[in-house]
């Protein structure tokens, strides 16, 4: 099983990261100091990192009302497909490796840009994109706020007709049947 939820020693991470108040939406800024944060932090995460031969790894590393913390493990054959965050924003660090981001355009060819260990970035909720492995074993650090619940997942039509499925963020994101890349 590739997914799993935060264990004990999630909690820690909060001792080291941003100060929140009760009830703070992290911002674009935030989120990319957070993931920075815990980039430079690999004894909260590196007993979590795995790679499958079966699949994408992710792990909930971090949930409470403000944020939402994932590890993912990348090989090039993983592929999130197209999606988005539903009311998100989000930001990725990435630790090992090369993870790619690729953005859709209409009637132009999607906007393709590798992320090399040591770089990250952040998105607003307004953001389209599919992530995958640039190199095998890469490593990346994920934040969303306020924490995922949905998320839209995107397929193609043979006609090129796209559709959005509403997902939850516990399922494993992949292309869809029929997905045109
Ligand atoms: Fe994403």
């Given at each position: ?23 703070h ?29 079966g ?8 949930r409470?009302?403000?944020v ?10 993983d592929?999130?497909?197209w999606h ?11 630790v ?9 355009r ?11 260990a ?7 909720p ?38 959005r499925?509403?997902v ?7 292309p869809?049947?029929?997905?045109a890349?």
């Amino acid at each position: 099983m590739r997914f799993s939820e935060p264990d004990r020693g999630a909690a820690d991470l909060t001792l080291t990261t941003l100060a929140q108040t009760e009830d703070h939406i992290l911002d674009r800024r935030e989120l990319l100091a957070y993931v920075n944060e815990l980039a430079r932090t690999p004894e909260l995460w590196q007993d979590r990192v795995a790679f499958d031969t079966g699949g994408r790894h992710f792990v909930s590393i971090l949930r409470d009302h403000n944020v939402d913390v994932w590890l993912l493990c990348w090989n090039t054959v993983d592929d999130t497909g197209w999606h988005d965050h539903d009311i998100s924003s989000g930001a990725v660090a990435v630790v090992q490796g090369v993870v790619r981001e690729t953005t859709p355009r209409m009637a132009a060819d999607p906007i393709t840009s590798d992320f090399a260990a040591g770089t990250a970035f952040s998105f607003g909720p307004d953001h389209i994109h599919r992530m995958a492995g640039a190199v095998d074993g890469s490593i990346s650090i994920h934040a969303y706020s306020p924490p995922l619940w949905r998320m839209g997942q995107y397929s193609f039509s043979r006609e090129g007709v796209m559709r959005r499925v509403s997902v939850s963020y516990a399922d494993e994101l992949r292309p869809l049947d029929g997905v045109a890349s």
